[in-house]
């Protein structure tokens, strides 16, 4: 039983390149809130966070790089190889994260909490869980990920894996082992199979019906089974400039939720976001041209605002086209205000735009929450 009376807790887990963080989000389609304790432990450290200081103390300013922010690369070498160096960050790092951790699982809504978690299962984070799932991949396909997605040689690559705790051994503690080497839907079935089995059947969620003039708007989360619809919608939008296909959608789930606007049961809108490190990002929003702008964005927004908010995000950031950022009075009508990445100032909401941003795209942007996860203390 965990920690969290009420809660139930996946504690997920797996070595680096093994694709937790896809299992994290299906599982976030399908209605747990998830927690990548990971990135957590980066925000720990950066400017004005609880431990930025306590890791300058002990390592000395040389690791600041701009902005006299703490440069993640240069701390990774110094306790990439030093055992000592590595405790003695995580000795700072961890107790932070773990007090971030019992405040996001007690302020969250869902009873299905994922903790995603590289070394969950070698301190004692794995005991505040109720059932503990590994992903997993043959080692090659882990060389290869690392290779190809961070341009990692061949040796480092390697390097990185053999310092991690064995994949066998997490294994050998799994409750659940997704074998994620394979296509998005082989892996969707596996983790649909493995929830069926250990969490209690969850309520679809329920569609929210406006009545408009025109008819009857309804907006919803999309589930994965719309894939082929979704499909046709953005290749019928586009006009053929984007032709994706069921497997594309089903892929992208992996990395995002949509929200789908209908009128009399007809697609009309679509919108592509994602809660990452508690701070909101939309980045795909098509429209057909007979729904008035600020109708739909009011709707839409409306629901990925308080999905959000249910996620504990602190801030949304909208990426938008210029044309579509020219109307002004809407965005200001919903809260939202032009910004440049450098005018964020906080340091996960600038990374956030920074990874999302496109060329050509104007940042839009609204605080969603005061009370931040990791201010100082």
């Not at 304790?37 to 390592?59: C, N």
């Not at 990439?80 to 007090?99: G, M, Q, S, T, Y």
């Not at 309520?203 to 919803?220: C, F, L, W, Y």
Request: contains cysteine; aromatic residues 6%.
């Amino acid at each position: 039983m965990s920690l969290w009376p009420g809660k139930y807790v996946i504690g997920l887990t797996g070595n680096i390149a093994t694709g937790k963080s896809v299992v994290r989000k299906m599982l976030g389609h399908l209605g747990a809130y998830g927690i990548d304790a990971d990135t957590l432990s980066h925000r720990a450290i950066d400017k004005g966070a609880p431990g930025y200081q306590k890791v300058i103390d002990i390592f000395g300013k040389w690791i600041l790089g701009t902005n006299d922010e703490i440069n993640r690369e240069k701390l990774g070498r110094l306790v990439f190889d030093n055992p000592d160096a590595l405790k003695a960050l995580e000795d700072i790092v961890h107790p932070i994260v773990r007090v971030a951790i019992d405040v996001l699982v007690r302020r969250a809504e869902q009873k299905v909490i994922v903790i995603e978690a590289i070394k969950l299962l070698e301190g004692d984070l794995y005991k505040a869980c109720d059932t503990i799932w590994v992903a997993n991949v043959p080692q090659q396909l882990q060389i290869s990920r690392l290779m190809n997605k961070r341009n990692m040689s061949r040796d480092e690559a390697e390097r990185r894996i053999m310092v991690q705790t064995p994949q066998d051994e997490k294994i050998k503690n799994a409750h659940v082992v997704i074998e994620n080497d394979g296509t998005f839907e082989n892996t969707w079935r596996q983790v649909v199979a493995a929830w069926r089995t250990l969490i209690p059947v969850m309520e679809a969620p329920v569609k929210r019906p406006i009545e408009v003039p025109a008819g009857e708007i309804t907006v919803h989360r999309a589930r994965p089974q719309e894939a082929e619809e979704i499909a046709r919608f953005i290749e019928k939008i586009t006009q053929g400039m984007r032709r994706p296909t069921r497997s594309d959608v089903m892929a992208a789930f992996g990395e995002q939720a949509y929200m789908v606007l209908t009128l009399d049961k007809k697609m009309v809108g679509l919108l592509g976001w994602q809660v990452e490190n508690l701070v909101t990002r939309v980045k795909d929003i098509l429209l057909v041209s007979k729904i008035p702008l600020g109708h739909a964005m009011n709707t839409l927004m409306h629901e990925v605002e308080e999905a959000s908010k249910q996620l504990q995000s602190e801030a949304c950031l909208l990426f938008v086209s210029p044309r579509m950022a020219n109307h002004q009075r809407i965005w200001k009508t919903l809260g939202y205000e032009r910004k440049e990445i450098t005018d964020l100032g906080v340091r996960a909401w600038e990374d956030a735009a920074r990874e999302s941003t496109t060329p050509g795209a104007v940042l839009l942007f609204k605080q969603l929450r005061k009370n931040r996860v990791l201010r100082p203390v």
